[in-house]
């Protein structure tokens, strides 16, 4: 029986692409954790998880000190039992984002090193519901763009077969909302899928106020309108409109998933792996929204979670975010605006060992061994 022998740490900070601006803060900077855990027969997976700018050097101290240690000498294929392990070793004073960060990074070694010995990708080995899954962009919808931007970058997208585009929302009055929606709802006509997104930024009376100014363009949903923790708050909301209301990016918990799908607070269930705590709660959470009839749509990461999206039935988009591109040789296969679930076994995120040694920061990397 292979026994894990060494746990490689390092963080890279990767600079985004675009400026990237929402409704409550602005996306500057992308901490990336990068776990990659090898056992007694050689076999290598690796992992990682991300933050925007702020707890990264915490969750290397967690990873270091804590949680990694405790990997040493521990069967790899008993993924469940290192997961729950891991989260009560941290129970009583970390409990939350910082804790499910790292976790998520080695949970999703875990999952690429069990991939890579059954010679499956993971899509397959999770699932293996379709092989394909469709895409909306984000990356040109942030808060900042002006108008005529948003609209170019909307007809861009959808020229390139691309399912739908995110335009983020809460400009300080419902009106400037309007116009900006209005005005790219005019230019992709119909068929095409309007996202917003919110970051939390209303409280429920002006999120039932908008929500009723925007009903007439048909939004695909409304995303994260109100503070992650507001159930209640999600419930008035979503027995107010039509338009299907858009949570996940923000919970931590496999509990609070189901007490919003319990309540019918959302219609649309948005988890990332990298906040929840990996690859194991992630399934489980997309295994109980299709028990309530709800689609999973996940958050960012889009170089793993098109393997996850198209592991599961429910799995609809995955949104359009590239991030990885500075550490990664080959990238996400994309064909007719829809991204391919990759065809190598494991996570199939293709590492530039080379980049991420070099881009590594020398103060949080480090290996633990037995």
């Known amino acids: 029986m292979a026994r894990i022998e060494k746990v490689e740490l390092r963080m890279v900070d990767l600079v985004p692409k675009v400026k990237r601006t929402d409704a409550i803060q602005s996306f500057v900077s992308q901490e990336t954790p990068i776990v990659t855990i090898t056992d007694s027969d050689?076999?290598?997976?690796?992992?990682?998880?991300?933050?925007?700018?702020?707890?990264?050097?915490?969750?290397?101290?967690?990873?270091?000190?804590?949680?990694?240690?405790?990997?040493?000498?521990?069967?790899?294929?008993?993924?469940?039992?290192?997961?729950?392990?891991l989260e009560f070793a941290t129970h009583a004073t970390t409990i939350g984002a910082i804790t499910a960060i790292a976790i998520a990074a080695i949970d999703t070694a875990l999952w690429d090193l069990r991939a890579k010995k059954q010679n499956l990708p993971l899509w397959k080995l999770a699932g293996g519901a379709k092989d394909r899954c469709p895409l909306y962009t984000t990356e040109g919808g942030w808060l900042h763009i002006e108008t005529q931007a948003l609209v170019d970058d909307a007809l861009a997208a959808k020229s390139k077969g691309f399912r739908g585009s995110k335009v983020k929302i809460g400009r300080p009055h419902g009106s400037e909302d309007l116009v900006r929606l209005s005005a790219v709802r005019k230019a992709v006509g119909d068929s095409y899928e309007i996202m917003t997104d919110a970051n939390q930024g209303f409280s429920v009376d002006e999120a039932i106020r908008r929500a009723a100014r925007l009903r007439e363009?048909?939004?695909?949903?409304?995303?994260?309108?109100?503070?992650?923790?507001?159930?209640?708050?999600?419930?008035?909301?979503?027995?107010s409109t039509p338009?299907?209301?858009?949570?996940?990016?923000?919970?931590?918990?496999?509990?609070?998933?189901?007490?919003?799908?319990?309540?019918g607070a959302c219609s649309i269930v948005q988890v990332d792996v990298g906040r929840i705590g990996g690859i194991t709660p992630w399934l489980k959470i997309a295994h109980a929204a299709e028990a309530f009839d709800i689609p999973v749509c996940p958050h960012f990461l889009m170089e793993l979670h098109v393997s996850l999206t198209c592991a599961v039935q429910n799995g609809r988009y995955v949104e359009y975010i590239p991030q990885l591109d500075q550490l990664t040789g080959k990238r996400m296969r994309i064909e007719d605006g829809q991204a391919l679930a990759p065809d190598e076994p494991g996570i199939g995120i293709d590492w530039d060992w080379d980049a991420v040694k070099a881009m590594s920061i020398a103060e949080f990397t480090t290996a633990i061994t037995r």
């Open 217 to 239: 363009l048909d939004l695909a949903w409304i995303e994260e309108p109100l503070p992650a923790d507001d159930i209640d708050g999600h419930v008035r909301l979503s027995n």
């Open 42 to 85: 050689g076999a290598v997976g690796t992992g990682y998880s991300y933050t925007i700018g702020t707890g990264g050097s915490s969750v290397m101290r967690l990873l270091s000190d804590h949680l990694a240690p405790r990997l040493i000498g521990r069967d790899p294929d008993m993924i469940e039992a290192i997961w729950h392990d």
């Open 243 to 263: 338009t299907p209301i858009a949570i996940g990016e923000s919970l931590y918990s496999i509990r609070h998933f189901r007490e919003y799908m319990q309540k």
